[in-house]
């Protein structure tokens, strides 16, 4: 059984900041997704990994991929209040992807 | 922009009632997955469909099932409702080699 794990849970962070947060999961995959949900609405698409190495960069958000280690990162950049949501990865196996539980990001003054 | 629609967009049920969530997009993608998302939890998979047939399922009792539509909508129906299926009930569609494109949600409270 595939299992997605996501780190930290809640991330508290200063406005111009930079953070990472991690997944890593349990089984090979052939494709990766970072998605970002506001309160009470749905799942915005941020990036789609594919391969090994792969790098995809989006203003303050940069996401990487390592199947080697099962291991991707969402990497922050001067963090600001807009960027304040909860990211999720999932990992895709037979275009069916399985969630992690999501990081809750608040980035204040 | 696939414009998924969702509706209803809340609701509110009794326990032991049944309910039917509606899906449906304007890109007329061909596979459709329903997901349950509890408070403070990422979404759960309930089941896909791909042309009308159920193409895979998650960890769910039979009394979720659910429907595609020739037009690729496409329905969720609970019944028996519990408690715990109060939940945000998110639809997802895709195309071969593509991300998942969710709807807005159904917010579905069981009281």
Excluded at chain 2, 24 to 44: D, F
Aim: proline content about 4%; glycine content about 8%.
């Amino acid at each position: 059984e595939l299992k997605v794990e996501q780190n930290p849970l809640f991330l508290s962070m200063q406005e111009g900041k930079n953070y990472t947060i991690y997944c890593n999961y349990s089984t090979t995959s052939d494709r990766l997704y970072w998605y970002r949900q506001d309160p009470g609405k749905s799942l915005e698409s941020l990036f789609v990994l594919l391969s090994n190495g792969a790098v995809k960069q989006e203003g303050r958000l940069m996401a990487s991929l390592d199947t080697k280690a099962r291991l991707s990162t969402l990497h922050i950049t001067a963090a600001v209040h807009d960027l304040s949501a909860t990211y999720f990865c999932a990992v895709g196996g037979s275009y069916i992807p399985t969630f992690g539980r999501g990081t809750s990001l608040i980035v204040h003054p | 922009e696939t414009g998924v629609t969702q509706s209803p967009t809340h609701l509110i049920k009794t326990r032991g009632q049944q309910v039917t969530l509606r899906c449906s997009s304007q890109s007329g993608h061909n596979t459709v997955s329903w997901y349950q998302q509890a408070l403070g939890q990422g979404p759960q998979f309930i089941f896909q469909y791909y042309r009308e047939e159920e193409n895979g399922r998650g960890n769910f009792p039979p009394r979720f099932s659910g429907l595609q539509f020739p037009n690729y909508s496409s329905e969720l129906n609970v019944n028996a409702l519990e408690l715990d299926d109060s939940a945000l009930y998110l639809c997802a569609v895709q195309g071969l080699n593509t991300e998942a494109f969710f709807g807005q949600g159904t917010r579905l409270t069981v009281v």
